[in-house]
């Protein structure tokens, strides 16, 4: 989320199921497809087969992409099913900051209403929550190709407090990083791993001036080429969440 430049209007760039096959004649289970007249070979159509009325790609409930974190569900209405990497290259990181607390952000990720959220959310002490599967496009960036091809981390705190940015946080989310960047082959550099504020055409300023960016990108090279055993997931307030709003500007 993160405090926006100046406009508040919601975060919901990339809502659209773009790339999404025509209905004209998808036959499947031969060896090609016919799509709008032309024909596609099957392992061309492999990563869209799930997308055919009717038919979804198989999921398992509570499924997690990093084992040390909790599970916690967003709102359907805040990302997009899909199948990454095979549809969408997954290359970016964005970090944010909720201008509010952990249970804000997991409140406002579970109302539909919000028509936003991200994969992760960070709390000071370092604990770890998904919200949204990485193979899913979450609404998180304002920018729809950069929602397809990252994945976002939000953290507790405020961009004008240098407080909220423990050591606890940045080292967990730091952790969280070198493995999304080593799932991906994405390189660990301020190219690849940026903030909110970075994304073209975004009204947002996170992580804000007290991100330390050459401190935070020294623990992800650290977790990368040293990674320390997965810690289980900790106790969360989670259950009863904050009714607070984030702080805008």
């Known amino acids: 989320m993160g405090e926006k ?6 975060d919901r760039a990339g809502r659209g199921d773009g ?49 040390a974190a909790e599970w916690v569900a967003a709102s359907s209405a805040n990302w997009r099913r899909a199948d990454r990497p095979d549809d969408y290259t997954v290359d970016r990181v964005v970090i944010h900051v909720v201008q509010g607390s952990y249970a804000t952000a997991l409140r406002v990720f579970r109302d539909p209403g919000h028509a936003a959220a991200a994969h992760y959310v960070v709390r000071k002490d370092g604990h770890v929550a998904q919200m949204i599967r990485e193979l899913d496009v979450g609404f998180h960036a304002g920018n729809r190709t950069y929602n397809e091809r990252s994945i976002g981390i939000e953290h507790e705190g405020f961009v004008d407090d240098k407080r909220s940015f423990t050591t606890a946080m940045y080292r967990s989310s730091a952790r969280l ?71 805008e500007a």
């Open 19 to 67: 790339g999404r096959l025509g209905r004209r004649a998808v036959l499947l289970g031969g060896a090609a497809a016919v799509v709008g007249g032309g024909v596609l070979a099957r392992d061309r159509l492999a990563p869209y087969w799930w997308r055919v009325p009717g038919i979804e790609k198989p999921r398992k409930e509570g499924e997690l992409d990093y084992a």
């Open 177 to 247: 990083t070198a493995g999304i960047c080593a799932r991906y082959g994405i390189p660990v550099d301020r190219t690849h791993i940026m903030g909110h504020v970075e994304v073209p055409g975004t009204d947002h300023t996170d992580p804000g001036p007290h991100w330390d960016w050459a401190r935070y990108l020294k623990l992800v090279r650290e977790a990368r080429d040293h990674p320390d055993p997965i810690p289980a997931p900790s106790p969360t307030p989670s259950s009863t969440p904050s009714t607070a709003k984030p702080r």
């Open 5 to 10: 430049k100046g406009s508040r209007r919601a």
